[in-house]
């Protein structure tokens, strides 16, 4: 380059923006979730219409050992809309959706554009960052529906299954299929987040032949403080 600034990370890496454009916050959500057990409450997010967008979530639930907290990001068949499902107490959830979209222009600071003149990443963008892994796919006792822990701040995590329940009660007479799916949850006090699972469905514990699958996933987590 013969002139000209050069944008570069922390790590010296220069800033490539030909023909790219940075994930950024698209919308932020707070929403009052009623009480649900089952299958959860359904709130509604966006319309399934192709565009790609990631989304993390937490919420004010209690910490602690119970799983009965929870949300799971489910596409209803019949509205064709994406919807967020939340199991357990009454609480507040945040719902922060990333995507890809050129940014309006500041009244000042710093505008960088594509090759077309339009504007992709300014001083006020919000750009998806320090995006971490918990837990370790290789480990039965660290991974899926088993992670348990707790990080300083507010951190929310990508809606994701992390387990299975499956059995039969049969205490009617009629057998009775039980299932259960363990998701993804992060759970803020004020201070810290408890990032564990809980399931959507109902676990038995009476059920007879009951299995649980673990799918020794990692949860993907984020900090949530500059958003």
Known sequence: ???????????????????????????????????????????????NDGAMRFVFVNSTGAQGGGTETCEFLLLNGSTNRWQLNCRGAARTVNVFIFGYQFQ????????????????????????????????????????????NQTLSGQWAVAPTMTGYFAGVNNSSGQPIPVVARFCSSARFNGSTTQIASGYLGNIDGNASNATYTNYRNRITAINVARY
């Open 104 to 147: 309006p222009i500041p009244a000042w600071g710093i505008q960088i554009n594509d090759s077309q003149g339009r504007c992709i990443l300014t001083n006020e963008s919000k750009v998806l960052r320090d995006v971490q892994n918990i837990g370790d796919s290789g480990n039965a006792n660290n991974s899926g529906y088993v992670i």
């Open 1 to 47: 380059m013969a002139f000209g600034p050069l944008l570069t990370d922390q790590n010296g890496v220069a800033f490539y923006i030909a023909d790219t454009m940075p994930l950024t916050l698209l919308e932020k959500r707070v929403l009052n979730v009623p009480s649900a057990s089952g299958e959860g409450s359904a709130q509604e997010l966006f319309a």
